[in-house]
């Protein structure tokens, strides 16, 4: 009966089309040759900027806001002036510092800003840095981080080595300052703040320890296969370079410079079910880094959210643990793995679908209970490339269970 149903025929042509996605080899860079690159594209003048410190708010105790002129200058005077707001903890003596790294085209760093003011109340200073494009360095007429990945290669180039350059900038002003411990120093990043954060490990040795949240690397394959990058590499092929884009996003990509941040401690917190960073982009950076702490929460890249005090509470243990002041087993953390997809079944029937997570076999195969329009069931699945699943649908008709092989799409928040 199969053979007469048009639908479940096209299903049938979609599992056998469809493959796992494969990552392209990125390989890191031997020691010496990361430090000489770095030296070429990150490198930092004798002289530190002149930092500006200024109350944020009235009435508001413990936090400020810090400026400095960018080392890396774009002709955008805005954007050159780098700015970042420091959270300063209640408790006495030096204290260590953790620079966070925002997301991509943040309005308001909002989740990076509950992170920081949860790690100041925990004890560490904390400098939230305003990435290049991003909130009040949006030139104007532009949206936040609108330009950062804009235009040419030579022009998101810059836009990195700024973004890396002024994250350097800012160990220097932490170092400076007198409430915090100059040997402490460390960094979380989130999303693309992982992205470069882990740049930012290999060629800063004042960097001691990091939390990479969401964060991957081999950028050639994270362009090609983010549901949100595939824009920006098309434009770059577009936009002409002298040599192919591979090596032209060479001296960007973490991989590049992993072997010089290897032997610091590193936590890495992924989703299993990412669309913007491939699962395959996190587990290179993974292995490059020297297969590092990594936890999986079995969302998409987005579903973290739901649990940002778990998360708040993780890293600052780790922190806690690598700077020597705590030791002890890391906390658990456990996140929903909710579920949105359209299914098409052997009957020819396409049906929208609300699935959880119960749990999982493998990293492409795992078991959901589902609610469709004809009931719940449990769902057993298989990824064969992102987004694209199939499997066996298990429910309960008329006092016996059927079991209904599926194929469809589906994405987890």
């Not at 983010?226 to 990509?253: H, T, Y």
Request: charged share 20%; proline share 8%.
């Amino acid at each position: 009966m199969f053979s007469r149903s048009p639908a479940f025929g096209l299903a049938i042509a979609l599992f056998v089309w469809a493959r796992p996605a494969g990552a392209d080899p990125v390989a890191p860079l031997e020691l010496s040759g990361a430090r000489a690159l770095a030296q070429s594209y990150y490198s930092l003048p004798s002289t530190p900027p002149a930092f500006s410190v200024e109350p944020l708010r009235a009435g508001i105790r413990g936090e400020f806001e810090v400026r400095w002129q960018s080392l890396i200058r774009t002709g955008y005077p805005r954007n050159d002036e780098a700015r970042a707001v420091l959270f300063l903890p209640r408790a006495a003596g030096k204290r260590p510092a953790i620079l966070v790294l925002h997301s991509w085209q943040t309005q308001d760093a909002q989740a990076e800003t509950h992170l920081s003011r949860d790690l100041a109340q925990q004890g560490f200073a904390v400098l939230l840095l305003e990435l290049p494009y991003h909130l009040n360095r949006a030139p104007p007429g532009s949206g936040s981080g609108d330009l950062m990945l804009a235009g040419d290669i030579q022009h998101v180039i810059l836009s990195w080595r700024q973004a890396v350059v002024d994250a350097r900038t800012a160990v220097l002003f932490l170092a400076s300052r007198p409430e915090i411990e100059p040997s402490h120093i460390g960094l979380v990043g989130v999303s693309l703040g992982a992205v470069l954060g882990a740049v930012c490990l290999g060629v800063e040795p004042g960097f001691r320890c990091g939390v990479l949240i969401l964060g991957g690397g081999n950028l050639p394959l994270m362009l090609k296969d983010s549901l949100i990058l595939r824009s920006v590499r098309r434009r770059l092929i577009r936009g002409g370079r002298s040599q192919p884009l591979e090596e032209s996003l060479k001296p960007l990509d973490p991989i590049t410079f992993a072997a010089a941040a290897r032997g610091k401690p590193i936590l890495m917190i992924n989703a299993s079910h990412d669309l913007v960073v491939p699962r395959e982009c996190t587990e290179a950076l993974w292995h490059a880094l020297g297969r590092p702490g990594i936890r999986w929460l079995p969302t998409g890249h987005y579903g973290p959210s739901l649990i940002r005090r778990q998360i708040t509470d993780l890293t600052a243990h780790f922190l806690s643990d690598a700077f020597g002041e705590t030791k002890g087993p890391l906390p658990p953390i456990a996140a929903p793995g909710i579920k949105l997809g359209l299914f098409v079944d052997s009957r020819a029937a396409v049906r929208p679908t609300l699935g959880l997570e119960l749990g999982h076999f493998n990293h492409r195969a795992w078991a959901d209970i589902s609610l469709r329009s004809n009931g719940l069931s449990v769902d057993v699945l298989r990824e064969l490339k992102p987004a694209v699943v199939a499997g066996l649908s298990l429910r309960r008709e008329q006092g016996n269970t059927r079991v209904i092989p599926i194929i469809g799409f589906q994405a987890a928040l």
